[in-house]
């Protein structure tokens, strides 16, 4: 098996702008073009490569698309450590990387292991999780964390959840940007389809509110950020919205309060009730 890893890191969001609550935040690897689309064909010219390296060589590309442990194959391959946060970290670069393999019948050298490295004493990660999604180090609630919550579940959002949340619209960094790996080491990616403009990365959730299912795929074309689908974005969006609490979050949440999917309907109505309370609709 062969593990690569790709950079992409594109620079850090201003804090002002992180901690902005009328925008909604979305994970860095979701800012620019889809990875599956950029990775997949480059690792599959690589593999074609390695085909051609021998007689009858077989070979089979991933890039999160099939049942490979992919960071645990990348830690064995000598292309990180995996810190206290679950993510594989390279000692250059950070842990800012997508993961990929090529499996192959070829035989080859097995790469020479580096020396192995940690997180030390540092729990800078565990800590600042809002969701407290790490029961200790190394362990990850997949139930608690941000991540899975905005993109992979489905569902209503546990309600003692979503104050937690903040501006988290798709994804989270909050436990790489605080690591002092990422900070030191991450490497400006020289795939520039991973970069985007400011309102790609943290779009306004007024104008994200009153996005049509057409405009929403518009929108993110192309992107990582269309995997919860519409309807589970726009429940994001509302939820954010809530926590925003101020006059312009009341006027944001009005097309959401008449929205089309219930789902949406749900959290939209949650939000209205937390916003400050003297607020008036």
Same mark, same amino acid.
């Given at each position: 098996?062969?593990? !690569?890893?790709?950079? /992409? ?19 860095? /690897? ?27 060589? =077989?070979? =089979?590309? /991933?890039?999160?698309?099939?049942? !490979?442990? %992919? ?10 450590? !995996? ?8 000692? =250059? ?11 192959? *019948? ?45 993109? %992979? ?40 389809? /991973?970069?985007? *403009? ?5 779009? +306004?959730?007024? *104008? ?5 299912? *057409? ?5 993110? =074309? ?22 925003? +609490? ?36």
């Amino acid at each position: 098996m062969i593990s !690569v890893g790709q950079s /992409y890191f594109t620079g850090f969001l201003p804090e002002e702008i992180r901690k902005d609550p009328s925008r909604g935040i979305i994970a860095s /690897y979701a800012w620019g073009q889809d990875y599956h689309d950029l990775m997949g064909h480059a690792l599959e010219e690589l593999a074609e490569f390695v085909q051609g390296l021998g007689v009858d060589a =077989k070979t =089979k590309a /991933y890039v999160d698309t099939g049942p !490979v442990l %992919e960071r645990e194959v990348a830690e064995r391959a000598g292309l990180g450590f !995996v810190g206290k946060n679950t993510l594989l970290i390279h000692p =250059k670069m950070g842990s800012n990387l997508f993961l990929g393999e090529i499996l192959t *019948t070829l035989e080859l050298e097995p790469s020479p292991l580096p020396k192995k490295l940690s997180c030390g004493s540092c729990t800078r990660c565990l800590d600042v999780c809002p969701t407290h999604a790490f029961p200790s180090a190394y362990v990850l609630d997949s139930r608690l964390c941000i991540s899975y919550l905005t993109i %992979e579940f489905r569902g209503s959002i546990p309600v003692e959840l979503r104050a937690k949340m903040g501006n988290h619209i798709f994804g989270c960094d909050d436990c790489q940007t605080c690591c002092p790996w990422v900070n030191r080491f991450s490497t400006l990616s020289r795939q520039q389809a /991973y970069a985007n *403009t400011l309102e790609r990365k943290a779009p +306004k959730l007024d *104008t994200l509110a009153r996005l049509s299912e *057409t405009e929403f795929a518009e929108m993110f =074309k192309g992107s990582a950020v269309l995997r919860p689908k519409y309807e589970g974005f726009m429940r994001n969006v509302a939820v954010a919205i809530g926590n925003w +609490k101020s006059a312009d979050a009341v006027i944001a949440l009005q097309p959401l309060l008449k929205h089309e999917s219930e789902l949406v309907r749900e959290h939209a109505e949650f939000s209205k009730q937390e916003i400050g309370r003297g607020v008036e609709f």
